[in-house]
């Protein structure tokens, strides 16, 4: 890192996702390092309670389901999100549900709060990225889109698939400096898998080449790398962090 903060070209992060695991490692991290950053959460602040007292953290509350809403909040608020330099979307939202039983509704929820929400903040965010030559964007896939889904967790899968989809448009920023990836983010050491009580971990665990779930601070470290000035050629890829899966 460079030593003085006053030369580092970008220094506001939004991170969609904010209040899972991951995003709260990404956002020690990130503060740590001087950045600004804005976390956006849906119904769990008290997470941010280590953060919300310092100068350089805001956060924002968002229902990520209704894509009309949010619209609605990103036009109110263009020039907050002028500023941003870093988007790093690690939405979240899982019903636990078996295929067979799934509705239209259910499906449109996953894509509406995995896809759609990233969709709209990046059309907020690449013009402005534009001008000032410089611009980093991160979405977090699963490793369950290589496999179908689960059978509790195919809407999940299905919406975090569409964020491996990359537009022809974006192709345009990239000689802008401004560098678009997707990570797909293996089996982790989070809470995300006590959602589902039928999942047997270890029998999970053991389809994994390297034998062990990875841990949150791996897959930071890689978020980190890719929305840093030390990725200079990387972009428009899919990015597996899965162990050899």
């Known amino acids: 890192m460079e030593k003085s903060l006053?030369?580092?070209?970008?220094?506001?992060?939004?991170?969609?996702?904010?209040?899972s695991d991951i995003g709260i490692k990404v956002i020690e991290a990130f503060l740590k390092q001087g950045y600004n950053v804005t976390a956006?959460?849906?119904?769990?602040?008290?997470?941010?309670?280590?953060?919300?007292k310092k100068k350089n953290f805001s956060y924002i509350k968002l229902d990520l389901i209704?894509?009309?809403?949010?619209?609605?909040?990103?036009?109110?608020n263009k020039k907050k999100f002028k500023k941003f330099d870093v988007f790093i979307s690690l939405t979240g939202f899982m019903k636990i549900k078996k295929f067979i039983n799934l509705s239209a509704q259910d499906i449109l929820d996953h894509i509406s709060a995995?896809?759609?929400s990233n969709l709209l903040v990046t059309q907020n965010l690449l013009n402005e990225m534009k001008k000032r030559k410089w611009g980093r964007i991160l979405f977090a896939s699963s490793i369950g889109t290589k496999f179908g889904g689960g059978t509790f967790t195919f809407?999940?899968?299905?919406?975090?698939?569409?964020?491996?989809?990359?537009?022809?448009?974006?192709?345009?920023?990239?000689?802008?400096?401004?560098?678009?990836?997707?990570?797909?983010?293996?089996?982790?050491n989070t809470k995300i898998h006590k959602k589902n009580k039928n999942k047997d971990m270890k029998k999970r665990i053991n389809l994994i080449p390297i034998k062990r779930m990875a841990a949150t601070e791996e897959v930071v470290d890689q978020i980190l790398f890719l929305c840093s000035k030390k990725n200079k050629l990387i972009t428009n890829q899919v990015i597996n962090i899965a162990g050899g899966e």
Do not use: R, W
């Open 66 to 76: 209704n894509s009309l809403k949010l619209e609605k909040f990103l036009n109110k």
């Open 114 to 116: 995995n896809y759609i």
């Open 6 to 19: 006053s030369k580092i070209v970008y220094m506001n992060i939004l991170i969609l996702g904010g209040s």
């Open 155 to 188: 809407a999940y899968s299905v919406s975090k698939y569409l964020n491996e989809f990359f537009p022809s448009e974006y192709k345009k920023y990239y000689k802008y400096n401004i560098l678009i990836n997707t990570l797909q983010i293996g089996v982790t």
């Open 40 to 52: 956006h959460y849906n119904k769990n602040k008290k997470v941010f309670s280590n953060f919300i």
